[in-house]
């Protein structure tokens, strides 16, 4: 029996401007390791060190860090929601948007308020693949500073890559936080057995309307739709 090979599956990612590109794209985790990673022995002579764990080994070809693409600074306060300021307009919508925990997941966190990050980028994959979002952990000093709020995303009919996360009311009163451009802040991981490329590049606005505009769901009750949609698909297809 011959069993045919699936083809290789392309994730594409895509930019407004040539300079987040340039600049802070998403890449393989295997190409944007954690500083401390390189340098770290695999065996301290009395003991092994992370270097032989397969669970983080097998991460690195198999995950996309995404980095912020611009500067944040962060005020937070104990009362109303935090200000967030950015010199960064991505196209079509504010920098980033707090909704309030109180009535989104009443009881969940109430020490925490919520940060969206609205991201520029926008991928594509011509098959829904299910895609895991998880804070990126290993690349971060403090962990515990800005938490990501974990997801499953699919980029076959939706696109966008925003970055939702939340933060402790308590976590800026006096100073505010800075969250440098290029921080990796996400790691994504196709939850698929197949072998994938990872392609990065501008979007024009010819390729917007051919793969993006008519999943655009930013003016039609948004996940609602999505979901409606996406529900009418599944069923055609079974």
């Known amino acids: 029996m011959f069993f045919k090979k699936k083809k290789k599956l392309t994730f594409h990612a895509y930019a407004p401007i ?29 003991g092994l060190t992370v270097k032989h764990c397969s669970g983080l ?6 995950t996309i860090v995404m980095p912020l693409w611009a500067d944040f600074e962060i005020k937070t306060s104990l009362m109303n929601q935090p200000e967030v300021r950015t010199s960064f307009s991505p196209p ?12 989104q997941v009443t009881g969940a966190w109430p020490a925490y308020s919520n940060i969206k990050f609205s991201s520029p980028w926008m991928f594509w994959c011509d098959e829904p693949v299910p895609c895991l979002v998880t804070q990126a952990v290993w690349h971060q000093k403090d962990p515990s500073e800005l938490q990501v709020v974990p997801g499953i995303l699919e980029f076959r009919h939706q696109h966008q890559t925003n970055i939702n996360t939340i933060i402790r009311k308590d976590a ?37 309307a051919k793969l993006f505009a ?9 996940s609602l739709q999505y979901q409606r949609v996406r529900s009418i698909i599944n069923r055609k297809q079974t």
């Open 214 to 222: 008519r999943w655009d769901f930013a003016n039609t009750n948004g």
């Open 57 to 62: 080994k097998d991460l690195f070809p198999k």
């Open 18 to 46: 040539g300079q987040l590109v340039d600049l802070f794209p998403p890449v393989l985790m295997e190409d944007n390791l954690p500083n401390w990673y390189k340098p770290l022995p695999a065996d301290l002579g009395y």
């Open 92 to 103: 079509g919508g504010p920098p980033s948007v707090s909704h309030s925990l109180d009535s």
């Open 172 to 208: 800026a009163l006096e100073d505010p936080m800075m969250i440098r451009a290029g921080t990796p802040m996400i790691y994504i991981t196709p939850l698929t057995e197949r072998e994938w490329d990872l392609k990065v590049d501008v979007w024009s606005p010819n390729l917007f």
